[in-house]
């Protein structure tokens, strides 16, 4: 085993996209856990869809939790940052609502595979999980309290509603599930509809107003992250 | 194995709600399935959570996979039926539309187990799931019937957003999910809440004028149904 580390040569050409052995492990892991499901995948069966010695997956990712961990960690991270970056902002809180719903939006429905069907798993109640919990959370939280301010500028009682742009963004998972199993007329879904309805059901009537504010600010946003690089 | 019928004595007292065994099962069942996963439970386990031998088991039903089939058949039907009925009926489009949103995310909310958690399993593309996934599309295409006339009533055309209010009463899933997990706020998630989303994200912004006529809608159909048996 003293050889088979990440240096190792590998057994046949790359077979997935990635720019490190781990990443390839990842996008094998997010197909087949999406696909097969998580409980009856196997390590084994991931490092075959790579093309890896088990040992050479195990030099990467100890167990198979730290896997879905990875995988999971990535649904929700750059949205959280871009939530804490809006929450700052000066911009009207319906733009900075609407921002969020398109960026996170977008990000769900591109994804190589639709991870976010791994959110409802039993194994996620586990203490191995309860940090990609709390990271979720504090995601809800942000959607929350800019739900608030918008309700607050449209004159209406903090309420119920609160909570409905989180879960419209998560809509775009069942969508894609349908779609990918073939099931019903083919999704014309587009993160601008989300972004729309998640404005809508806080009772907000003029959401064609946000589309534009809303991109300059995302452009702005994405230009910042460029240059930290 | 000739006398491991059903109307085999009992190992032990009553431990699961139902009126038949087969009610029995499929509690338990539900409760293993929301709770550790479809693919980790066992049909022994389900055996040994209703106090029944596996042999009883297998009396009422032949597979695991005949047991998710007709724990998902639950979720679907009774709203389908109403659907059905709604099509055919007089009342403005919104208030059926309302009607069908609170019936059917009344039921999501009230099921003992999170049933809807298992739509997204992997296992329900297979062939053998393919009536459920039929009778469940038969009911997305209801709602979207119903929505293309709200959105005609608005004098909007026919777009993108007919699909949302199918995904509006699926984000209860989600939100029992969390709440059941101990993860952020507890929800105060009201059906109401649902029917009024549901409606917002067409555009249709005087929804405070839908839940009365809706609720007489429902109760001449339960008065219906009862009647029917």
Redesign the interface.
């Known amino acids: 085993m003293t050889n088979a580390g990440p240096g190792r040569p590998r057994l046949s050409k790359q077979r997935r996209p990635g720019p490190t052995a781990a990443a390839e492990i990842l996008d094998a892991a997010a197909e087949l856990f999406?696909?097969?499901?998580?409980?009856?995948t196997s390590t084994r069966q991931i490092a075959d869809a790579v093309g890896m010695r088990q040992a050479s997956l195990y030099h990467h990712f100890a167990t198979k939790d730290d896997i879905l961990a990875a995988l999971l960690e990535r649904t929700v991270s750059e949205a959280l940052a871009l939530a804490d970056t809006l929450a700052d902002g000066t911009e009207p809180s319906a733009v900075r609502l609407y921002a969020l719903l398109r960026f996170d939006a977008d990000q769900l429905l591109s994804s190589r595979w639709n991870l976010g069907?791994l959110?409802?798993?039993?194994?996620?109640?586990t203490d191995r999980f309860a940090p990609f919990?709390e990271e979720?959370?504090k995601l809800?939280?942000r959607y929350r309290q800019m739900a608030e301010l918008v309700l607050d500028e449209l004159g209406a009682d903090e309420d119920?509603?609160a909570?409905?742009p989180f879960?419209?963004v998560?809509?775009v998972?069942?969508?894609r599930?349908?779609t990918e199993?073939g099931?019903?007329p083919g999704?014309?879904?587009?993160s601008t509809?989300i972004a729309?309805?998640g404005l809508?059901?806080l009772?907000w009537?003029t959401v064609a107003e946000l589309a534009a504010p809303a991109e300059v600010l995302l452009a702005a946003y994405r230009r910042s992250v460029d240059d930290a690089r």
Chains 1, 2 share one sequence.
Do not use: H, M
């Open positions: 999406t696909t097969k499901g998580f409980a009856s069907a959110y409802l798993l039993p194994e996620l109640r919990r979720r959370q809800r939280s119920i509603r909570g409905l879960r419209i998560e809509t998972i069942n969508e599930s349908d199993s099931d019903g999704s014309a879904l587009a509809a729309d309805a809508r059901v009772g009537t």
